[in-house]
């Protein structure tokens, strides 16, 4: 049995492969989805690590445990020992993650220290004074003076080591004796004598969870020697902290419930032994850091299944399209089987062993597809863009196979669905069929397409009302939020329109042949009739073709869209590549806060000491050459900007509006703005206000608050600088670097109006006063933000604030939506040309094979061979010619419908700049490209001339006679 299976499979080879690597990739694209997701959010958990290092100065993968008690415990010796066990042997082995270092600090009880051989005795210091043991602390600290403690009493002297703050504030002298006493234990006298002084290595070494300062106040002995005087025999110890540190870069995502569990074990295992929890201190950063972490993976394995679900759509298809051609090839020797006998099940068994064998190694090979995927989408640095970095750090795992697995059993049960249909015949039924290809596909007796249309226009039309709901109760969310309809709904379209316009496409083709009978050539007359007669046959490869090319440009427009919207997003927020403001040296007294008297009666206000008027503060402008002379800059501009500003006119002066004062020249060669956003180019707006000193832009927000309109007057300052008359010019709605949208009041949940008033930097300086401006840089093309960095410390800048527009739109693309966005789409626009060439030259191939008796008797009837390729170049141009025609009609029309609903998702209704739906035509290109050489390829450069070249007369006598 299973030999004539294999031998079945490879007669016929071409089949089953096409049909295997369908599975494979269907294989490997569900087993991406976890293993990407996993590589995604372990990046994230790594960063996130990073930036709390840095942000703040805390190493994260530091695992803390105290115990402090405030009275001595009856045993501390085995609380110690069973601690320690503990961490071993549940928390580090459970963990296993490598360890950078790792102490255990013990602290006695607090003494009173007195110097020895001192007339009269006196106490060492106010604080009490006491008692450390540190694990491992030769390997760690660097000896300044003295000597290291010896490991016995000498002389009934215990030997320490203080720290160069104990030195300095206590006034100690290595070698002096000190004795120390307790009220807690009566009668116990220690004698201790510091011999050396430590300070921490250098480095930044996680060993030191606390600095030297922390033990300032006390003496640290030898290890061995406290844990067996003050640990085992006096029982002194009244704090325990043991410290960890992990290599924190090694936890990985599927670590997250060990890490947010390991906290709350701890703290339990410790009140096993009868410590309260007051007592009991863990502290793991880590463990609040990945506690996101478990939403942040539902969230976004939701944004890959929805992103992925055009490709599904469109490999299910493919599979459908192999399957039904291997079914096809082989319907006459089913019916025959069923006419002599056989039983479906036993029909249906040997195809269902057949699609086992292949799922069989779809499962083996799909998940190391999968992995590579991952990588490849690790790499996407937007739509059709790989950078050279790091790519994802991605394992195969046990969930990846039980993806895996479900998509296997999936796909076998979708191939088998032609099987059975086709196990339902016999040899009479199936003779029956065929001489009725001619009539309607069941998907056209069924209307599936106009089923389908409606569905997607309902979807449109939700879509519609879910967008002017978020318009009127909207206050501005950033959020985004994923919809699986969005994606589905586009390929539902596509599908409907695509069976629709092959409903009417047989049609269209009679009337063509009836319209051209008298002057069409023979080629393509033969060609109309070929097509038009047996539509059917050709319906499934111009829908498979009609969808793929429609997901193509969908994918490609919905990353264009999303990706630049964001980005132009972050440049118009900037208003330019860079924006810094440095510090500016000025007579600027410090803050002094003035209270009133302590001796107030209690009731009686305070009296406040007034502050004297301060005179207006002068500022020392800096050399403005230096950014001009920084490299990698292009230009560089003054940008006054204060958000304090009042402007009036005719009333009540309108406060909290932001001026902004440019050098017009200088601005518009720095700054950047989208080029329809204003009814005229922003240029001429510039050239506007640089020929009058006073001319003044307003944005429309703060005219209609004033009621005034182009060429009027008004008063313009700030703070208790002079009003100065100023005439406006031209009003504007938007303007780089503001944002023209309400904010929420910071002291209710009212909506402000923002307000701009954007005049010439000489003037505002000139007639006003000089106050620090902003400095905003056009960078080169192809620079880097590395090398004005450090041009700015080589120039000794100081700055106050630094945009960098280039660096946002990364840490942007970065993140795990754009990252799974753009690596999906990528993906999906990828396989959808991939996918369609391989059904496309396979489809091709097994007809060409089954019509060689009609290609030669065509050739034995006379035609010459140029004319037999003219045919099969019109049958090619008329059907999958047609279904790229359809496809792109299909993918424009679901772009302009289903595209702008985006926005709601998004949250882009209150965008600045307004959100817009972008296609590119470089993308477009990339698909005609694909399909000339496909075409190129089908019409007889490749396979079809090399099937009909080599097809002789004699073989199609030799047919006939079959």
Same mark, same amino acid.
């Given at each position: 049995?299973?030999?004539?299976?294999?031998?079945?499979?490879?007669?016929?080879?071409?089949?089953?492969?096409?049909l295997?690597?369908?599975l494979?990739?269907?294989?490997?694209?569900?087993?991406?989805?976890?293993?990407?997701?996993s590589?995604?959010?372990?990046?994230?958990?790594?960063?996130?690590?990073?930036?709390?290092q840095?942000?703040?100065?805390?190493?994260?993968g530091?695992?803390?445990?105290?115990?402090?008690?405030?009275?001595?415990?009856?045993?501390?010796?085995?609380?110690?020992?069973?601690?320690?066990?503990h961490?071993?042997?549940?928390?580090?082995?459970?963990?296993?993650?490598?360890v950078?270092?790792?102490v255990?600090?013990?602290?006695?009880i607090?003494?009173?220290?007195?110097?020895?051989?001192i007339?009269?005795?006196?106490?060492?210091?106010?604080?009490?004074?006491?008692?450390?043991?540190?694990?491992?602390?030769?390997?760690?600290?660097t000896?300044?003076?003295?000597?290291?403690?010896?490991?016995?009493?000498?002389?009934?002297?215990?030997?320490?080591?203080?720290?160069?703050?104990?030195?300095?504030?206590?006034?100690?002298?290595?070698?002096?004796?000190?004795?120390?006493?307790?009220?807690?234990?009566?009668?116990?006298?220690v004698?201790?004598?510091?011999?050396g002084?430590?300070?921490?290595?250098?480095?930044n070494?996680?060993?030191?969870f606390?600095?030297?300062?922390?033990?300032?106040?006390?003496?640290?002995?030898?290890?061995?020697?406290?844990?067996?005087?003050?640990?085992?025999?006096?029982?002194?110890?009244?704090?325990?902290?043991?410290?960890?540190?992990?290599?924190?870069?090694?936890?990985?995502?599927?670590?997250?419930?060990?890490?947010?569990?390991?906290?709350?074990?701890?703290?339990?295992?410790?009140?096993?032994h009868?410590?309260?929890?007051?007592?009991?201190?863990?502290?793991?950063?880590?463990a609040?850091?990945?506690?996101?972490?478990?939403?942040?993976?539902?969230?976004?394995k939701?944004?890959?299944?929805?992103?992925?679900?055009?490709?599904?759509?469109?490999?299910?298809?493919?599979?459908?399209?192999?399957?039904?051609?291997?079914?096809?090839?082989?319907?006459?020797?089913?019916?025959?089987?069923?006419?002599?006998?056989?039983?479906?099940?036993?029909?249906?068994?040997?195809?269902?062993?057949?699609?086992?064998?292949?799922?069989?190694?779809?499962?083996?090979?799909?998940?190391?597809?999968?992995?590579?995927?991952?990588?490849?989408l690790?790499?996407?640095?937007?739509?059709?863009?790989?950078v050279?970095?790091?790519?994802?750090d991605?394992?195969?795992?046990?969930?990846?196979?039980?993806?895996?697995?479900?998509?296997?059993?999936?796909?076998?049960?979708?191939?088998?669905?032609?099987?059975?249909?086709?196990?339902r015949?016999?040899?009479?039924?199936?003779?029956?069929?065929?001489?009725?290809?001619?009539?309607?596909?069941?998907?056209?007796?069924?209307?599936?397409?106009?089923?389908?249309l409606?569905?997607?226009?309902?979807?449109?039309?939700?879509?519609?009302?879910?967008?002017?709901?978020?318009?009127?109760?909207?206050?501005?969310?950033?959020?985004?939020?994923?919809?699986?309809?969005?994606?589905?709904?586009?390929?539902?379209f596509?599908?409907?329109?695509?069976?629709?316009?092959?409903?009417?496409?047989?049609?269209?083709?009679?009337?063509?042949?009836?319209?051209?009978?008298?002057?069409?050539?023979?080629?393509?007359?033969?060609?109309?009739?070929?097509?038009?007669?047996?539509?059917?046959?050709?319906?499934?490869?111009?829908l498979?073709?009609?969808?793929?090319?429609?997901?193509?440009m969908?994918?490609?427009?919905?990353?264009?869209?999303?990706?630049?919207?964001?980005?132009?997003?972050?440049?118009?927020?900037?208003?330019?590549d860079?924006?810094?403001?440095?510090?500016?040296?000025?007579?600027?007294?410090?803050?002094?806060?003035?209270?009133?008297?302590?001796?107030a009666?209690?009731?009686?206000?305070?009296e406040?000491?007034?502050?004297?008027?301060?005179?207006?503060?002068?500022?020392?402008?800096?050399?403005?050459?230096?950014?001009? !002379? +920084?490299?990698?800059? #292009?230009?560089?501009? *003054?940008?006054?900007?204060?958000?304090?500003? %009042?402007?009036?006119?005719? @009333?009540?002066?309108?406060?909290?509006?932001?001026?902004?004062?440019?050098?017009?020249?200088?601005?518009?060669?720095?700054?950047?703005?989208?080029?329809?956003?204003?009814?005229?180019?922003?240029?001429d707006?510039?050239?506007?206000?640089?020929?009058?000193?006073?001319?003044?832009?307003?944005?429309?927000?703060?005219?209609?608050?004033?009621?005034?309109?182009?060429?009027?007057?008004?008063?313009?300052?700030?703070?208790?600088?002079?009003?100065?008359?100023?005439?406006?010019?031209?009003?504007?709605?938007?303007?780089?670097?503001?944002?023209?949208?309400?904010?929420?009041?910071?002291?209710?949940?009212?909506?402000?109006?923002?307000y701009l008033?954007?005049?010439?930097?000489?003037?505002?300086?000139?007639?006003? !006063? +000089?106050?620090?401006? #902003?400095?905003?840089? *056009?960078?080169?093309?192809?620079?880097s933000? %590395?090398?004005?960095?450090? @041009?700015?410390?080589?120039?000794?800048v100081?700055?106050?604030?630094?945009?960098?527009?280039?660096?946002?739109?990364?840490?942007?693309?970065?993140?795990?939506?754009?990252?799974?966005?753009?690596?999906?789409?990528?993906?999906?626009?990828?396989?959808?040309?991939?996918?369609?060439?391989?059904?496309?030259?396979?489809?091709w191939?097994?007809?060409?094979?089954?019509?060689?008796?009609?290609?030669?008797?065509?050739?034995?009837?006379?035609?010459?061979?140029?004319?037999?390729?003219?045919?099969?170049?019109?049958e090619?141009?008329?059907?999958?010619?047609?279904?790229?025609?359809?496809g792109?009609?299909?993918?424009?029309?679901?772009?302009?419908?289903?595209?702008?609903a985006?926005s709601?998702?998004?949250h882009?209704?209150?965008?600045?700049?307004?959100?817009?739906?972008?296609?590119?035509?470089?993308?477009?290109?990339?698909?005609?490209?694909?399909?000339?050489?496909?075409?190129?390829?089908?019409?007889?450069?490749?396979?079809?001339?090399?099937?009909?070249?080599?097809?002789?007369?004699?073989q199609?006598?030799?047919?006939?006679?079959?």
């Amino acid at each position: 049995m299973l030999q004539m299976i294999l031998r079945k499979m490879m007669n016929n080879r071409w089949l089953v492969g096409s049909l295997l690597i369908g599975l494979i990739v269907a294989v490997g694209l569900v087993s991406s989805i976890p293993a990407f997701t996993s590589g995604v959010l372990q990046r994230m958990l790594t960063k996130d690590m990073e930036e709390y290092q840095k942000n703040v100065n805390r190493f994260p993968g530091g695992l803390l445990i105290a115990v402090n008690q405030n009275k001595l415990g009856k045993n501390g010796a085995v609380l110690v020992d069973e601690m320690t066990a503990h961490l071993q042997n549940e928390v580090i082995a459970e963990l296993d993650v490598p360890v950078y270092a790792g102490v255990t600090v013990l602290r006695t009880i607090p003494f009173q220290a007195i110097q020895e051989n001192i007339q009269p005795k006196s106490l060492l210091s106010s604080d009490s004074s006491r008692i450390y043991s540190l694990s491992g602390l030769a390997q760690h600290m660097t000896l300044v003076d003295g000597r290291l403690p010896a490991a016995t009493p000498v002389d009934g002297v215990y030997e320490a080591l203080v720290t160069e703050k104990a030195l300095k504030d206590r006034r100690m002298v290595l070698g002096s004796l000190y004795e120390l006493t307790t009220n807690q234990v009566e009668g116990l006298k220690v004698r201790i004598k510091p011999v050396g002084v430590f300070k921490e290595k250098e480095g930044n070494d996680p060993y030191w969870f606390a600095s030297t300062s922390e033990y300032s106040s006390g003496f640290v002995l030898d290890e061995r020697l406290f844990r067996s005087v003050f640990l085992e025999e006096k029982n002194l110890v009244i704090s325990t902290e043991m410290y960890t540190a992990f290599h924190y870069q090694s936890f990985r995502i599927s670590d997250t419930e060990k890490l947010n569990s390991l906290v709350a074990g701890i703290e339990g295992k410790l009140q096993q032994h009868g410590l309260k929890k007051a007592e009991i201190n863990v502290q793991f950063p880590a463990a609040s850091l990945v506690g996101k972490y478990n939403e942040q993976e539902k969230q976004f394995k939701t944004i890959l299944w929805s992103l992925y679900i055009p490709i599904f759509i469109m490999l299910g298809l493919y599979l459908v399209m192999v399957s039904g051609l291997i079914v096809e090839r082989q319907r006459t020797e089913i019916a025959v089987l069923g006419s002599r006998g056989a039983s479906r099940m036993q029909v249906f068994s040997i195809y269902f062993m057949e699609i086992a064998i292949l799922g069989g190694c779809a499962f083996l090979i799909g998940p190391l597809v999968g992995i590579q995927l991952s990588k490849i989408l690790g790499v996407s640095n937007g739509f059709l863009e790989f950078v050279d970095r790091k790519g994802l750090d991605v394992t195969i795992s046990p969930e990846v196979f039980v993806y895996a697995a479900w998509m296997v059993v999936a796909c076998i049960t979708l191939v088998l669905i032609s099987v059975f249909l086709a196990t339902r015949q016999n040899i009479v039924t199936h003779k029956q069929n065929m001489a009725r290809m001619s009539g309607s596909a069941i998907w056209h007796r069924l209307f599936f397409d106009v089923l389908l249309l409606a569905i997607s226009w309902y979807g449109w039309y939700s879509y519609q009302n879910a967008a002017e709901t978020a318009a009127k109760t909207s206050e501005g969310a950033t959020a985004i939020s994923i919809d699986f309809l969005l994606f589905f709904v586009p390929v539902l379209f596509s599908l409907g329109f695509g069976l629709l316009l092959l409903r009417l496409y047989p049609w269209l083709l009679r009337l063509m042949s009836w319209a051209g009978r008298s002057f069409f050539p023979l080629s393509l007359h033969t060609t109309l009739v070929q097509v038009g007669r047996a539509s059917r046959q050709y319906h499934f490869l111009m829908l498979f073709v009609t969808i793929t090319v429609a997901v193509g440009m969908f994918s490609a427009s919905m990353a264009r869209t999303i990706n630049q919207n964001a980005e132009e997003r972050i440049r118009y927020q900037i208003g330019a590549d860079i924006r810094l403001k440095a510090e500016w040296q000025s007579d600027k007294p410090e803050v002094t806060v003035y209270r009133g008297g302590r001796n107030a009666e209690e009731g009686e206000e305070a009296e406040v000491e007034q502050a004297p008027a301060a005179p207006p503060v002068q500022y020392v402008e800096p050399d403005f050459e230096v950014y001009s !002379r +920084l490299p990698e800059v #292009e230009h560089a501009t *003054k940008v006054f900007v204060n958000g304090l500003a %009042e402007a009036s006119f005719r @009333g009540d002066p309108v406060k909290d509006v932001t001026l902004m004062g440019i050098e017009p020249k200088e601005f518009a060669k720095t700054a950047w703005m989208k080029s329809d956003l204003l009814p005229h180019h922003f240029h001429d707006y510039l050239n506007l206000i640089a020929k009058e000193p006073r001319a003044l832009l307003l944005s429309r927000s703060l005219a209609d608050k004033l009621h005034v309109v182009e060429g009027q007057t008004i008063l313009l300052g700030w703070g208790d600088s002079r009003r100065v008359e100023m005439i406006v010019y031209a009003i504007v709605d938007y303007w780089p670097g503001w944002n023209p949208a309400p904010v929420k009041s910071t002291y209710g949940s009212s909506m402000e109006e923002q307000y701009l008033a954007v005049a010439n930097l000489p003037f505002v300086q000139d007639k006003m !006063r +000089l106050e620090p401006y #902003e400095v905003w840089i *056009k960078m080169k093309e192809g620079a880097s933000s %590395e090398s004005l960095y450090k @041009g700015l410390s080589q120039e000794g800048v100081k700055l106050a604030m630094l945009n960098n527009a280039k660096q946002q739109v990364i840490q942007m693309k970065n993140s795990a939506f754009y990252l799974g966005l753009n690596g999906s789409l990528t993906l999906g626009f990828l396989l959808s040309m991939l996918v369609t060439f391989i059904g496309y030259v396979l489809y091709w191939v097994l007809t060409l094979g089954a019509r060689k008796l009609q290609y030669g008797v065509f050739r034995a009837m006379g035609m010459p061979f140029r004319q037999l390729l003219a045919i099969l170049a019109w049958e090619q141009l008329l059907t999958f010619g047609v279904a790229f025609a359809m496809g792109m009609t299909a993918g424009k029309l679901a772009n302009s419908l289903f595209l702008p609903a985006l926005s709601l998702y998004l949250h882009a209704d209150k965008q600045v700049p307004p959100f817009t739906v972008i296609s590119m035509l470089q993308d477009e290109q990339i698909i005609y490209t694909f399909i000339a050489v496909t075409l190129v390829i089908g019409i007889g450069i490749g396979i079809v001339g090399i099937l009909l070249s080599r097809m002789q007369i004699h073989q199609a006598v030799k047919l006939g006679e079959d």
